[in-house]
Nanobody, 131 residues
């Protein structure tokens, strides 16, 4: 599964941004549905941080979501299994949300909160929030 993230940019604090992650055309929709999809972020000098996941059919209840505490009630993760896409809607953005955001896919993880739970990664897209 190859992933391509897009949608980053520069936004003022309080604004919104939407990220997208597309799976390669070689991935079937059925296979895509089995993967739990996630977003992580990494700021300079910091470890990669979990943002959100949405479960695939191999990871429990398809469509269940979970968020990191720092983004809960501001970010929304979703997926379109026909288009083989995942999305991250980010609202009420804060300067501390500035990071490179990565999408990921996995189906053999434990709790899907760690980078090691994911087998495939997109290339990252920069999000910068100005104060």
């Amino acid at each position: 599964v190859q992933l391509q993230a897009s949608g980053g940019g520069l936004v003022q604090a309080g604004g919104s941004l939407s990220l997208s992650c597309a799976a390669s055309r070689h991935t079937t929709a059925h296979t895509f549905t089995t993967y739990t999809l996630a977003w992580f972020r990494q700021a300079p000098g910091k470890e990669r941080e979990f943002v959100a996941f949405i479960r695939g059919s191999s990871g429990g209840n398809l469509g269940d979501t979970y968020y990191g505490d720092s983004v809960k009630d501001r970010f929304t993760i979703s997926r379109d299994n026909v288009k083989k896409m995942s999305y991250l809607q980010m609202d009420n953005l804060k300067p501390e949300d500035t990071s490179v955001y990565y999408c990921a896919a996995g189906r053999t993880g434990t709790d899907y909160l760690a980078t090691t739970d994911y087998d495939y990664w997109g290339q990252g897209t920069q999000v910068t929030v100005s104060s």
